[in-house]
C-alpha cells in the first residue's frame, strides 16, 4: 500500500469554504440565518460534510497548539504539505459549534489537517486483483473490509475527504465499517455507488454494471453529474446499461452470494446463462447445440468445476458433451461422450 498523490483542488476549496464556515458561526451574532445556510452548504456535497469535520478536529487542537512553544516551526511545515486524493465524503448531518479562536488558529486549522491526521486511514492507496478462478479477502484502512471474485481488480483510495474504490473489472462485495465520517464509494463504468455502514456487492458486467444490497442503504449516481440513478433497499438489486438505464427488483440473496463459499446456485436458469457464469471461473469454451438453448437448469455447483455441471446436466436431461479441441466443448442432445 502506497501513499496517495496531491489532492485536487475542489478539496483544498471545501477545506477553505470549512474553514470559513467555522469562523462565520462562532462569530458574535450568528443566529439562525447562519445556521440554516450552513445545513445547505452541507447537503451540496458530501465533500462539505467531510471537510467541516476535519477542519472542526484540526481547529479544536490547533486552539491548544497555539500556546504551544515551537507552533511557528510546525506551522511552516504544515503548510507545505498537500492534501491526498479524495473521492467524495460522508452524509453525516451535524451542526458544528465550534470554540471561539483568533484567526491565527483558524489559518492554522485547515493547514494542520494533515500534520494533526496522519495517514493511518487518510492518503492511502492500493491495487487488489485476482485471477481466473481466484478470489481475495482484505481488509481496508478503516476496519472495512472487500471480497474479490475471480478476475478482479480494484484500486483503493483513501484520502481526507473520502473513501473511494475504482472497480476496473469482476466482482467485489464491501463490508462497509461504521463510524467514519468519509463516505465509502465505488465507481464502475461511469456510475457511483455511495454508501456508508453497509454490505453491497458490485458486478462489471461488460456492458454494464449489477449492484446488490445486502445491509444499509446505497445511492447509485451517475460520476458525472451526481444524478441520482436509484436508492436501493435491503434485499434489492440494480442493473444499469452504459445509457444508466436501471432495472430494480428484489433479488436472490442465496444466489447472489454463492460465490462466496466457491458456489453457483441456479433457479431454472437458461443453460446458456448458466455456463456464461462458469465461463467466469474457467477457460473452457463451452458451445451449446441449438436445440438445447431453451434448456433451464437448477441446482448448486462448484465454481471451478465445469465437468461436474456438466456430468449433473447429463445425468439429469438427455443431454450429452463431448470435447471438440483444446479447451472446447460441445453440448448436444444425446449421450455423454468424454471430458474435456
Excluded at 438489486?237 to 428484489?250: M, N, Y
Amino acid at each position: 500500500m502506497t501513499e496517495s498523490q496531491p489532492g485536487t483542488s475542489s478539496d483544498e476549496t471545501a477545506l477553505r469554504d470549512a474553514a470559513a464556515w467555522m469562523v462565520r458561526i462562532a462569530a458574535p451574532g450568528s443566529g439562525a440565518a447562519d445556521r440554516e445556510a450552513l445545513r445547505r452548504w452541507l447537503a451540496e456535497h458530501p465533500r462539505n460534510l467531510a471537510a467541516m469535520d476535519l477542519v472542526e478536529r484540526s481547529w479544536r487542537v490547533a486552539g491548544d497548539l497555539e500556546r504551544t512553544p515551537g507552533i511557528q516551526a510546525e506551522r511552516a511545515r504544515a503548510r507545505r504539505l498537500r492534501l491526498a486524493t479524495a473521492a467524495d465524503a460522508p452524509r453525516r448531518q451535524r451542526l458544528w459549534l465550534a470554540p471561539a479562536a483568533g484567526a491565527g488558529a483558524l489559518a492554522l486549522a485547515a493547514a494542520l489537517a494533515l500534520a494533526l491526521f496522519p495517514p493511518v486511514n487518510y492518503g492511502l492507496g492500493a491495487t487488489h486483483r485476482t485471477a481466473m478462478g481466484q478470489s481475495l479477502e482484505t481488509s481496508l484502512p478503516d476496519g472495512s473490509r472487500v471480497r474479490l471474485n475471480t478476475d478482479t481488480e480494484l484500486h483503493i483510495d483513501y484520502g481526507w475527504l473520502g473513501r473511494h474504490v475504482a472497480l476496473t473489472r469482476g466482482e467485489a462485495e464491501f463490508v462497509v465499517a461504521h463510524g467514519d465520517p468519509r463516505a465509502f464509494t465505488v465507481s464502475v463504468n461511469g456510475i457511483e455507488v455511495r454508501a456508508t455502514g453497509t454490505v453491497f456487492t458490485v458486478r462489471d458486467m461488460g456492458e454494464g454494471t449489477r449492484v446488490f444490497l445486502l445491509e444499509g442503504g446505497v445511492r447509485i449516481l451517475n460520476d458525472g453529474d451526481d444524478i441520482t440513478l436509484a436508492v436501493l433497499r435491503p434485499g434489492e438489486r440494480a442493473e444499469l446499461d452504459r445509457s444508466g438505464i436501471v432495472a430494480l427488483a428484489p433479488a436472490d440473496a442465496a444466489a447472489e452470494r454463492a460465490w462466496l463459499a466457491g458456489q453457483l446456485l441456479f433457479r431454472d436458469t437458461p443453460l446458456p446463462d448458466a455456463l456464461a457464469e462458469f465461463a467466469r471461473y474457467t477457460h473452457v469454451d463451452v458451445q451449446v447445440a441449438p436445440p438445447l438453448r431453451g434448456l433451464s437448469v437448477s441446482g448448486v455447483y462448484r465454481a471451478t468445476d465445469l465437468q461436474a455441471f456438466l456430468d449433473a446436466v447429463s445425468r439429469i436431461h438427455p443431454v450429452g458433451w463431448r470435447q471438440i479441441g483444446p479447451g472446447r466443448v460441445m453440448l448436444e442432445p444425446g449421450p455423454a461422450d468424454k471430458g474435456p
